[in-house]
T-cell receptor, first 112, second 111 residues
Framework: SQQGEEDPQALSIQEGENATMNCSYKTSINNLQWYRQNSGRGLVHLIL?????REKHSGRLRVTLDTSKKSSSLLITASRAADTASYFC????????????FGKGMKLTVNP | NAGVTQTPKFQVLKTGQSMTLQCAQDMNHEYMSWYRQDPGMGLRLIHYSVGAGITDQGEVPNGYNVSRSTTEDFPLRLLSAAPSQTSVYFC??????????FGEGSRLTVL
């Protein structure tokens, strides 16, 4: 079964709005990562947060991690049309980075 | 650097045929993995390797073989293709720090 589950499964917003995506997982982790996938392309790493971190920022991205609730959120501020993509969370619940477990993904559409 | 290179990008096979998906990386990463991506299923791990000569099974290994004779290459072999193996296949590599670098994918259709 999937370790990570993104919520919502799809989100449509207007340019300039903020987008928040949530990820829940089931077992203990060392780190959680977020990836972006543009249509027809490979996944691109966005950010990694370790289990002893609560919040991390990278440009317009803000990631939080609550290990007590086994959940993470990805916030994209001031969204742009170019942010339109699928977003995946991934955990190392089964070991290291060689066997990450991915969620099913969330489709974000940013309308110009 | 080219990063992670996958070939072919597209392939159509008939049931029962065999083929090899190639994956090469030029970042000297020890870890390499193969995933398949199906609609509504996310990415599922097929096989992975933590170094040359070392491979192991992931979540969905049946029908696939891998080998890792060099650090750079990690080919995925389909032994006898089945329609259930129609999917998009992604190769990825990493250091042991966590961040995966993905190829652009190989889109396989089995008729």
């Amino acid at each position: 079964s999937q370790q990570g589950e993104e919520d919502p499964q799809a989100l449509s917003i207007q340019e300039g709005e903020n987008a928040t995506m949530n990820c829940s997982y089931k077992t203990s982790i060392n780190n959680l990562q977020w990836y972006r996938q543009n249509s027809g392309r490979g996944l691109v790493h966005l950010i990694l947060i370790r289990s002893n971190e609560r919040e991390k920022h990278s440009g317009r991205l803000r990631v939080t991690l609550d290990t007590s609730k086994k959940s993470s959120s990805l916030l994209i501020t001031a969204s742009r049309a170019a942010d339109t993509a699928s977003y995946f969370c991934a955990t190392d619940a089964r070991g290291g980075s060689e066997k990450l477990v991915f969620g099913k993904g969330m489709k974000l559409t940013v309308n110009p | 650097n080219a990063g992670v290179t996958q070939t072919p990008k597209f392939q159509v096979l008939k049931t029962g045929q065999s083929m090899t998906l190639q994956c090469a990386q030029d970042m000297n990463h020890e870890y390499m993995s193969w995933y398949r991506q199906d609609p509504g299923m996310g990415l599922r791990l097929i096989h992975y390797s933590v170094g040359a000569g070392i491979t192991d099974q992931g979540e969905v290994p049946n029908g696939y073989n891998v080998s890792r004779s060099t650090t750079e290459d990690f080919p995925l072999r389909l032994l006898s293709a089945a329609p259930s193996q129609t999917s998009v296949y992604f190769c990825a590599s990493s250091y042991n720090t966590g961040e995966l670098f993905f190829g652009e994918g190989s889109r396989l259709t089995v008729l």
